[in-house]
């Protein structure tokens, strides 16, 4: 099937650094893309939605300028975390939806983010 | 707006317990109704799926039936593993274009 992969899975970062995070989709081509935040136990909340070729649409509450977001190509989308804070860590979840099944979305296997 | 109810965990049953999972929904028209399964340490995998009323959905010894009348998708499996131990996710999407609305997520913990 479908895969979507992200990397880093996991990455651990200084307070005030910045540190992106790659959504590939791996045999299909994707004009929508997705980024999910999932606290500890927790649902996944949306934070933006992203196409490709524009800018992406954030959810209410979600800092545009905090988590940038690019959608530079079909199979590529990054979430750029700037100036990361310890209330930044979190599980970074991406999805992916098949330009041409689009009732199709595929997951990808998180990042897990801690900001020391 | 739509959401999803599922029942808290954590749910905890020994090797070979009948599993139910419950998931009710409020929806405007007819969503499509999802289970996802996360792993420890891993993002989410779709179990299984049903896009209209009445239909069941089916995957690895799990079973969802859509029920419109009740707006239900509870989940059930017959005999449970140790390896099915995670969290599993209820979610609707109101038309293929739309976003996923999940629910909160009930862990599952088998125990040998």
């Known amino acids: 099937g479908a895969v979507v992969s992200q990397h880093p899975s996991r990455v651990i970062c200084k307070s005030g650094t910045s540190v992106k995070i790659e959504c590939r989709s791996l045999?299909?081509?994707?004009?929508?893309m997705f980024w999910y935040r999932q606290f500890p136990k927790q649902s996944l909340m949306l934070m933006a939605t992203?196409?490709?070729?524009?800018?992406?649409?954030?959810e209410q509450g979600v800092e545009k300028d905090k988590f940038l977001i690019n959608h530079a190509s079909l199979t590529l989308s990054t979430l750029t975390v700037t100036s990361a804070h310890p209330e930044d860590s979190s599980f970074y979840i991406c999805?992916?939806?098949?330009?041409?099944?689009?009732?199709?979305?595929?997951f990808g296997p998180g990042t897990r983010l801690t900001v020391l | 707006g739509n959401s999803v109810t599922q029942m808290e965990g954590p749910v905890t049953l020994s090797e070979e317990a009948f599993l139910t999972i419950n998931c009710t929904y409020t929806?405007?028209?007819?969503?499509?109704l999802f289970w996802y399964v996360q792993y420890p340490g891993e993002g989410l995998q779709l179990l299984l799926k049903?896009?209209?009323?009445?239909d069941k959905g089916s995957n690895k010894g799990f079973e969802a039936t859509y029920r419109k009348e009740t707006t239900s998708f509870h989940l059930e499996k017959g005999s449970v593993q140790v390896s099915d131990s995670a969290v599993y996710f209820c979610?609707?999407?109101?038309?293929?274009?739309?976003?996923?609305?999940f629910g909160p997520g009930t862990r599952l913990s088998v125990l040998p």
């Open positions: 999805s992916a939806r098949d330009r041409v099944v689009t009732d199709t979305q595929y």
């Open positions: 045999d299909f081509q994707a004009t929508t």
């Open positions: 992203s196409n490709e070729g524009s800018k992406a649409t954030y």
């Open positions: 929806a405007t028209g007819y969503p499509s």
């Open positions: 049903a896009t209209k009323a009445d």
């Open positions: 979610a609707l999407r109101g038309s293929p274009g739309q976003n996923f609305v």
